[in-house]
C-alpha cells in the first residue's frame, strides 16, 4: 500500500485555495460589475435623442444637486408636494417613456413618493402660442401605487423597463436605468411594504372592541 497523502503544512494554503486565486476571483467579479455598469451608462445616454444633450443634463443635474446641498435638499425643492419630513431613500438616473419619446431624468424614491423629473426643461406650446419651457414632472404617492415590476421587451439587445402602475390606472413607463436591478429591488420592496402596511391598518380596522 502507499503511503498516505502528507496533510500541509500549517499555514500554507491548500492547491485551488491560494491567495492569488482569490485575487483572480475578485478581479474577474469587479471587471464584470464594471463591465456591466459602463454598458448601462452607455445605454442611458444612448436612449437619448442627443447624447452630448444626455450627458450635459447629468452633468448640469450633479452641479445642481452640489450647489443645494444634495438631492434631498433639490428634490423638496424642485416638488412643491413633498412633505417637510419627507425623507429621500434612493435617486435612480433613468429615462421616462413619453408619446413624444424617451424624457432623461432622475427617479426619486422617498418614504411616501415615487417622482420624476426631467434633467432638462423641456419646450411646449403655451396657450398664446408662444413657445415655453418647463421641466417634466411626475409624483406618485406610494400608497397610490397599485404595482411595480420590471419587464423586458426583447433579448439581444435587452430593453429593461419598470412599469408602475397606479390604483387609479395609470401607467408610467420608466427605462434607461444605469442601476436596474437596484432600481427594481427598492421600488419593489417600496410598495411591498407600503401594501402591507396597509392591509394590516385594514385588518386592525375591522377588529371590533371589546366594548369597554
Not at 491560494?18 to 445605454?43: C, G, Q, V, Y
Not at 452633468?59 to 416638488?79: H, I, M, P, R
Not at 418647463?134 to 406610494?142: D, E, F, G, L, N
Amino acid at each position: 500500500m502507499g503511503e498516505a497523502a502528507a496533510a500541509p503544512p500549517r499555514g500554507r494554503p491548500e492547491r485551488g485555495d491560494s491567495p492569488m486565486e482569490h485575487i483572480l476571483d475578485f478581479f474577474n467579479t469587479w471587471s464584470r460589475k464594471a463591465e456591466e455598469l459602463a454598458s448601462n451608462i452607455w445605454f442611458n445616454l444612448k436612449t437619448a435623442p442627443s447624447m452630448s444633450d444626455a450627458a450635459m443634463g447629468k452633468l448640469s443635474l450633479g452641479a445642481k444637486a452640489l450647489s443645494e446641498g444634495g438631492f434631498d435638499k433639490l428634490y423638496k425643492q424642485t416638488f412643491a408636494g413633498a412633505g417637510a419630513d419627507e425623507r429621500l431613500r434612493k435617486t435612480f438616473a433613468c429615462y421616462l417613456s413619453t408619446a413624444t419619446g424617451p424624457v432623461a431624468g432622475t427617479l426619486y424614491l422617498t418614504d411616501r413618493s415615487v417622482a420624476f423629473c426631467s434633467d432638462r426643461p423641456l419646450s411646449f406650446a403655451a396657450p398664446s402660442g408662444q413657445t415655453a419651457w418647463s421641466y417634466y414632472k411626475v409624483m406618485i404617492p406610494v400608497a397610490k401605487v397599485a404595482a411595480a415590476e420590471p419587464v423586458t421587451m426583447k433579448e439581444s439587445p435587452p430593453e429593461k423597463y419598470v412599469h408602475v402602475v397606479t390604483v387609479d390606472s395609470h401607467d408610467f413607463w420608466f427605462m434607461g436605468f444605469v442601476s436596474y436591478d437596484k432600481a427594481v429591488h427598492h421600488l419593489v420592496q417600496a410598495v411591498s411594504s407600503q401594501q402591507r402596511g396597509g392591509a394590516a391598518a385594514d385588518t386592525a380596522a375591522a377588529v371590533p372592541g371589546d366594548g369597554k
